[in-house]
Nanobody, 125 residues
Framework: QVQLVESGGGLVQAGDSLRLSCAAS????????MAWFRQPPGKEREFVAS????????SYADSVKGRFTISRDNAKNTVYLQMNSLKPEDTAVYYCAAGRPSLAFIAVANKYDYWGQGTQVTVSS
């Protein structure tokens, strides 16, 4: 079992930066593929970024490439999402997810086994 708790969301202006954190419980955190998804208001949950257990195997949604960076610190059981040059369309609830290391289709939400409760990010224009 893995429990995930996100933090770091807030209200910012366009062009600002935020860093989200996802703290995980459980000694097996380092074996999981981790990901960030987001759900904009009135829309479905969408993939943002994913990282393998080793810190490689990184993938991003086209909409955030060059602006967002996913990273992890297995010693701290934490995964991060550094978000730069934020835009109003980045407004969403951001969720952290954990999945098996051999997970395929890494951009598909239902392939992940564990989810956090989400943290709100609001970007004003």
């Amino acid at each position: 079992q893995v429990q995930l708790v996100e933090s770091g969301g807030g209200l910012v202006q366009a062009g600002d930066s935020l860093r989200l954190s996802c703290a995980a419980s459980g000694r097996t955190f380092s074996t999981y593929r981790m990901a960030w998804f987001r759900q904009p208001p009135g829309k479905e949950r969408e993939f943002v970024a994913s990282i393998s257990w080793s810190g490689g195997g990184i993938s991003y949604a086209d909409s955030v490439k060059g602006r967002f960076t996913i990273s992890r610190d297995n010693a701290k059981n934490t995964v991060y999402l550094q978000m730069n040059s934020l835009k109003p369309e980045d407004t969403a609830v951001y969720y952290c997810a954990a999945g098996r290391p051999s997970l395929a289709f890494i951009a598909v939400a239902n392939k992940y086994d564990y989810w956090g409760q989400g943290t709100q990010v609001t970007v004003s224009s």
